[in-house]
């Protein structure tokens, strides 16, 4: 088991639906992330927050939407989707920016 | 050239084998360097991690790292059936803030040990 828990595991939505991505870590880290990976290739890096602010935001569209509600949690919100969004999207954790992260196991996600 | 370079195999070994996975990059502000394993529908799994230079070894583990050259290594001693999974090297720049800090991955390396 992982201490970065991610709820869902599996997802299947429309692309006119809204959900939403859980992650909670309590291993006191101020650092978390949301990556999207791809079969076969490494993970890309989303959004960055650290100490529940937004750090870092590579480009992500804005059907992606990031919220961190407290130092434990962090959400991302999934609006209009389209099929080449379906991945395995990872959140992880570092006690701080920079230093190595922990990762989930991921929510799968496919947009029908 | 890419800023962190592996070579994606797959690479297929006898239990019991050595193997050694490597990662060269180039930018030499990389003060972290990481090994994660990664079994099919999971999430990567932090193995082992080194600040700076040297060597850690950890049971049938150990990653060395040359920054003169630039590469890093992983080592697996007594291989088993049960080792089989992707393997990525990262690398950060710790800066505290900022891109410098992002993880940077390589392509990932597929292992499979046969019994």
């Known amino acids: 088991d992982t201490e970065v828990t991610q709820t869902p595991k599996h997802l299947v939505m429309g692309m006119t639906n809204k959900k939403s991505l859980k992650c909670e870590q309590h291993?006191?880290?101020?650092?978390m992330y949301w990556y999207k990976q791809k079969a076969k290739k490494p993970p890309e890096l989303m959004f960055v927050?650290?100490?529940?602010?937004?750090?870092i935001n590579e480009s992500v569209p804005s059907r992606f939407s990031p919220e961190c509600p407290n130092s434990s949690l962090l959400n991302l919100h999934l609006h209009a989707l389209q099929p080449e969004d379906s991945a395995l999207y990872l959140c992880?954790?570092?006690?701080?920016?920079?230093?190595?992260?922990?990762f989930g196991d991921g929510t799968r996600l496919s947009i029908l | 050239q890419k800023e962190v370079e592996q070579d994606p195999g797959p690479l297929s070994v006898p239990e019991g084998a050595i193997v050694s996975l490597n990662c060269t990059y180039s930018?030499?502000?990389?003060?972290?360097f990481m090994w994660y394993r990664q079994y099919s529908r999971k999430g990567p799994e932090l193995l082992m991690y080194?600040?700076?230079?040297g060597n850690k070894e950890d049971g049938r583990f150990t990653a060395q790292v040359d920054k003169s050259s630039k590469y890093i290594s992983l080592f697996i001693r007594d291989s088993q059936p049960s080792d089989s999974a992707t393997y990525l090297c990262?690398?950060?720049?710790?800066?505290?803030?900022?891109?410098?800090?992002?993880?940077?991955f390589g392509k990932g390396t597929k292992l499979s040990v046969k019994p």
């Open positions: 992880a954790s570092s006690r701080i920016q920079g230093q190595p992260q922990h």
């Open positions: 291993m006191g880290h101020r650092a």
């Open positions: 927050y650290s100490y529940e602010k937004l750090s």
């Open positions: 930018n030499s502000a990389f003060q972290y």
């Open positions: 080194t600040y700076s230079s």
């Open positions: 990262a690398m950060s720049g710790y800066i505290y803030g900022g891109s410098q800090g992002n993880l940077i």
